[in-house]
C-alpha cells in the first residue's frame, strides 16, 4: 500500500512535468532561466572565479580586445618581454583562438566589467539550446528530462562555469546543428535551415575540427534520411526551400571571418591558431602528423623550453600511448556529462537502446564523430563540446527504454526509474562544489590561482601603476606561466613583463618611467619585492632567460 501510495505521487508528478514539457518554447526559456538563477544564488559561496591556465588568460585577451572596440592590437615595441602561452604576438597582439567565446565575455565585459558574466550567460543559453534541440529528437517530456539532467551536470556548477574555457559556446553551436537535423528530416523549412546554418557559423568560430566533424556527420544522416523519405527529385526541390536561408547566414559569416583573419594574421584564410603553431610549434597535436617541424628561434627559453620540451614530450606520449589516453579521455567524458550512475544505466541498457531508433541514430552520429575527433591526441569535454546535445539525447533515451523494458509491472518499473534519477541526482549534488567537479586540472588550478590572483591583489592595493618582472627559478613548473597582460598593455595598471637581463630590463623600465617596479620571483613558491638591477652573472642564472 505504501509503495503504491510512492508511486501515484510519482505519477502526479509526472502528470504535472509533462504539462509543462507540452509547452515546449516556455520550457526551453524555463531550463535556461534556471540555470541562469541557480548560478547567481550560488554566488555567496562560489565567488566569480579566477583565471588560472594558460588557455583561460588567452580567452580573456580576446574578450578584452574586442570590449575594447578592437579584433587586435598593436605589436608592443617590448613585445619579447610580454611574449607568453596561447597568444599571438606578431604580426599583432592578439589571442589564438577562433573569437566566438571571447566575443561572447567581451557582452559580458561590456554589460557589467566582468568577462565571467558572458560565461554565465553563454550556460544558461546552452540549458536552452539543449533542451531545443532534445524537443526535436524525443517526446516532450524525455526531452525535458534529458533537459535537467544537462541542467545538473553542467549547467550550475563545472569547470565550464567556474572557467574561461569557452566550452559552452561551442555546445551552444552544436545544440543547434544537431536539433536542426529532426526537424529537416520531418520537414524542409527555413527556420530549421537558418538554424542549422547558426549552429555551423559557431561551431567554425569556437572549435573549427571537432565542430566540422559532428557537422559532417549532421549533415550525412540528414541527407540519407532525406534520401529514404523523399524521391531525388523531390529531396533536390526541398533543399531548395533551405539553401537560401541558410547562404543569408553564412555569406556575411564567413566574410566576417576572413576579414578578422586579415586582421589578426594579415592573411585573410589563415587562422590565428594556425599562424600560432607555426610560429611555436613543433609537432601536431593531431595523430596522423607524427614528425615534428624544423624548431623556431624563441625569444627567451622559458618558450622554448615549454614548446621543445614540455609541449613536445605531452604530444609524443599521446602519439604513443594512443589506447591508453583515450581510454582515459572516454572515462572523463562519461564523468563529465553523465555521471557514473547513468554511464551505467547507458551501458547496462545498450541493447534497448540500439532497438529504439532514435537513440541508434544518435549513437551513430556520436560514433562518427569520436572517430574523427580521437585523431586529435586528446579529447578533453570541452574538445567534445560540439557533441554535448548527443549525451543527454542518449540519457534521456536510456530512462526511456528502461521504463518500456525493465521486467515487472508498471508501478515497479516507475518506482525503478525515479530510483536511478534519485541516484543520479544525489551523487551530482554531492559532488557539485567539489575540486573535481569545478576544475579540469585539479590541484595545479589552485595553485596558479593563489600565486597569479594574490600579486595582482596585493598590487590593486597599491597606489600608482606597476611594473612586475617575473624571473623563473630551476624549480618552477613549466606550466604555470604568470606573464599576461590585458589588450591595452601599456594602460594597465599592473603590467607583467618578463625579465630578460638586466641590460634589457632597463630598457624596460626606461620605457615605462613613473611605474614602480617590482621584481617577481618564482621558484615553486613566489616572492614579491621590489625591483634592483641584478648582476648579469646572477640575472642568468637566475631567470634562465636569453
Known amino acids: 500500500m505504501k509503495l503504491g501510495r510512492i508511486v501515484g505521487c510519482l505519477l502526479a508528478v509526472e502528470r504535472g512535468l509533462s504539462r509543462l514539457a507540452s509547452r515546449k518554447l516556455l520550457t526551453v526559456l524555463l531550463v535556461g532561466l534556471i540555470s541562469l538563477a541557480g548560478r547567481a544564488l550560488l554566488l555567496p559561496v562560489l565567488p566569480i572565479p579566477k583565471p588560472a591556465i594558460q588557455d583561460e588568460f588567452s580567452y580573456l585577451l580576446a574578450s578584452d580586445t574586442f570590449a575594447s572596440g578592437r579584433l587586435a592590437n598593436t605589436t608592443h615595441p617590448f613585445a619579447e618581454h610580454f611574449e607568453t602561452l596561447q597568444v599571438l604576438s606578431h604580426p599583432t597582439y592578439a589571442s589564438k583562438y577562433p573569437p566566438f567565446s571571447g566575443l561572447m565575455m567581451a557582452v559580458g565585459q561590456r554589460l557589467t566589467g566582468d568577462p565571467w558574466t558572458g560565461v554565465w550567460l553563454g550556460t544558461g543559453l546552452l540549458c536552452s539550446a539543449i533542451c531545443w534541440a532534445l524537443q526535436g529528437w524525443l517526446p516532450p517530456s524525455w526531452a525535458l528530462l534529458g533537459s535537467l539532467i544537462a541542467l545538473l551536470r553542467i549547467g550550475l556548477v563545472s569547470y565550464w562555469t567556474e572557467s574561461y574555457w569557452g566550452g559552452a559556446c561551442a555546445a551552444i553551436g552544436g545544440a543547434l546543428v544537431i536539433g536542426a ?59 531548395r526551400k533551405a539553401l537560401l536561408p541558410m547562404t543569408l547566414v553564412l555569406a556575411p559569416i564567413f566574410i566576417c571571418m576572413a576579414y578578422y583573419n586579415y586582421r589578426v594574421t594579415g592573411n585573410p584564410l589563415e587562422m590565428p591558431y594556425i599562424a600560432h603553431e607555426k610560429q611555436y610549434a613543433v609537432l601536431s597535436p593531431l595523430l596522423w602528423k607524427v614528425h615534428a617541424s624544423p624548431a623556431p628561434v624563441y625569444s627567451n627559453s622559458f618558450l622554448r623550453d615549454f614548446w621543445l620540451v614540455a609541449d613536445r614530450g605531452e604530444k609524443e606520449r599521446e ?224 631567470t634562465g632567460n636569453d
Open 319 to 542: 602519439h604513443r600511448l594512443i589506447l591508453r589516453t583515450h581510454v582515459s579521455d572516454l572515462r572523463e567524458l562519461g564523468q563529465f556529462f553523465l555521471g557514473w550512475p547513468l554511464v551505467l544505466c547507458i551501458v547496462g541498457f545498450a541493447r534497448p537502446l540500439w532497438r529504439d531508433p532514435t537513440a541508434r541514430s544518435v549513437l551513430l552520429i556520436a560514433a562518427v564523430f569520436y572517430a574523427g575527433a580521437a585523431l586529435d591526441g586528446r579529447l578533453y569535454p570541452h574538445y567534445a563540446s560540439p557533441a554535448t546535445a548527443l549525451f543527454y539525447i542518449l540519457a534521456a533515451s536510456a530512462f526511456r527504454v528502461m521504463r518500456k523494458t525493465w521486467p515487472g509491472s508498471l508501478s515497479e518499473r516507475i518506482y525503478v526509474t525515479w530510483a536511478v534519477l534519485a541516484v543520479f541526482t544525489l551523487s551530482t549534488g554531492l559532488a557539485l562544489l567539489t575540486p573535481e567537479n569545478r576544475y579540469l586540472f585539479g590541484p595545479i588550478d589552485y595553485h596558479i590561482r593563489a600565486k597569479h590572483a594574490t600579486v595582482a591583489a596585493r598590487l590593486q592595493n597599491v597606489p600608482g601603476e606597476h611594473l612586475v618582472l617575473v624571473r623563473y627559478g630551476i624549480h618552477h613548473e613549466i606550466y604555470e606561466e604568470l606573464v599576461y597582460n590585458s589588450a591595452d598593455i601599456d594602460r594597465s595598471k599592473i603590467v607583467w613583463a618578463r625579465s630578460l637581463g638586466s641590460e634589457k630590463d632597463q630598457r624596460l623600465i626606461q620605457y615605462y618611467a613613473g611605474r614602480q617596479v617590482w621584481s617577481l620571483e618564482e621558484d615553486g613558491d613566489v616572492k614579491l619585492s621590489r625591483y634592483s638591477p641584478p648582476a648579469n652573472s646572477v640575472a642568468a642564472r637566475v
Open 181 to 239: 537535423v529532426p526537424r529537416l528530416i520531418e520537414r524542409i523549412d527555413p527556420f530549421p535551415a537558418t538554424v542549422f546554418a547558426a549552429g555551423l557559423a559557431i561551431l567554425a568560430n569556437t572549435r573549427p575540427n571537432e565542430g566540422l566533424i559532428i557537422s559532417l556527420a549532421c549533415t550525412g544522416f540528414l541527407a540519407v534520411a532525406l534520401v529514404r523519405r523523399h524521391r531525388h527529385a523531390e529531396v533536390t526541390h526541398l533543399l
